[in-house]
C-alpha cells in the first residue's frame, strides 16, 4: 500500500504549477475527508485536445487516492465561450455545434480517468431552469472593475479590441458551477488561474466554503505557443 504522505505530496507537487490555499488543502487532504475534485470542460471543439490531459491525469490521481471526482460538460457555457488566452471575440456555438462536439467527450475523458467512478454534470442542467431574476443576482455581486482586471481583457483593451458582454459574464457563470456542485478543489491550466479564482468569490458570494485550486502546467504547441 502506498504511503499516505507520498500519495499526498504527489498530489500537490507532481505536474503542479500552483496551489491555493496550499496549507488548506493539505488540512483537507490530511483529514481523510473525501473530497469532491472539479474540472470542466467546454466542447467548443469536436475533441478533446491533448492539453486537457494534463489536467484530467491530475483527476485521476484524485480518483486513486479515493476522492470523488466531478467532471462538467459545459454545454451552456460553450455558447458564450471561455475568453481565456483570446485576442479577439470567439464565434458563437449553438445547440446543435455544441451537441455534435460533444458526443465523444466522455469516451476520450475515460482514456484517462475512471468514468464509471466519476461523477458527470452538464451546466446546462441548471442553467436551463435560471430566470432573468437570478442572473440578475449573480451579477449584482460583481463589478466590472474587477472582472476587466483579468490579463486577457486588458490586453484587448490596450489594442482597441471589442470585449463582449457575454464574456465578461462567462468568468461568473463558470464560478456558479463551483457553487451547484460543491466543488472542495478545482482543477485547471495555469491559464484558467482568473476563472477557477472565481469560482472562489462566486462561492463565497452564496454562503458557500471556497475550493481550494490546482494548476497545472500548459502543454506548447509546435510553434512554442
Not at 483579468?150 to 458582454?165: A, M, N, P, T, Y
Request: no cysteine; hydrophobic share 40%; glycine share 8%.
Amino acid at each position: 500500500m502506498a504511503d499516505p504522505k507520498t500519495v499526498l505530496s504527489g498530489l500537490l507537487t507532481r505536474a503542479v504549477e500552483e496551489v491555493i490555499v496550499r496549507e488548506h488543502l493539505e488540512e483537507m487532504l490530511a483529514s481523510g475527508r473525501k473530497l469532491r475534485v472539479k474540472f470542466g470542460i467546454d466542447p467548443t471543439a469536436p475533441d478533446i485536445h491533448l492539453g486537457h490531459t494534463v489536467p484530467l491525469r491530475k483527476l485521476r490521481q484524485f480518483q486513486d487516492a479515493g476522492h470523488q471526482a466531478v467532471l462538467i460538460i459545459g454545454d451552456f457555457t460553450a455558447t458564450i465561450g471561455d475568453p481565456s488566452g483570446r485576442a479577439a471575440l470567439r464565434p458563437s456555438l449553438n445547440k446543435d455545434q455544441i451537441k455534435e462536439n460533444m458526443k465523444n467527450y466522455l469516451a476520450e475523458a475515460g482514456k484517462v480517468i475512471d468514468i464509471k467512478k466519476t461523477e458527470i454534470r452538464h451546466n446546462s442542467e441548471w442553467y436551463k431552469n435560471k430566470g432573468n431574476d437570478f442572473l440578475m443576482d449573480l451579477a449584482s455581486k460583481f463589478t466590472i472593475a474587477r472582472l476587466l482586471e483579468r490579463d486577457d481583457f486588458q490586453k484587448r483593451l490596450k489594442d482597441e479590441r471589442d470585449i463582449s458582454l457575454l464574456e465578461i459574464l462567462y468568468p461568473i457563470l463558470q464560478g456558479y458551477d463551483s457553487f451547484e456542485v460543491k466543488a472542495d478543489v478545482e482543477l485547471g491550466g495555469t491559464d484558467q488561474k482568473f476563472n477557477l479564482l472565481m469560482g472562489r468569490k462566486v462561492q463565497k458570494r452564496f454562503g458557500q466554503a471556497e475550493q481550494d485550486i490546482l494548476t497545472v502546467p500548459l502543454i506548447e504547441g509546435l510553434d512554442g505557443v
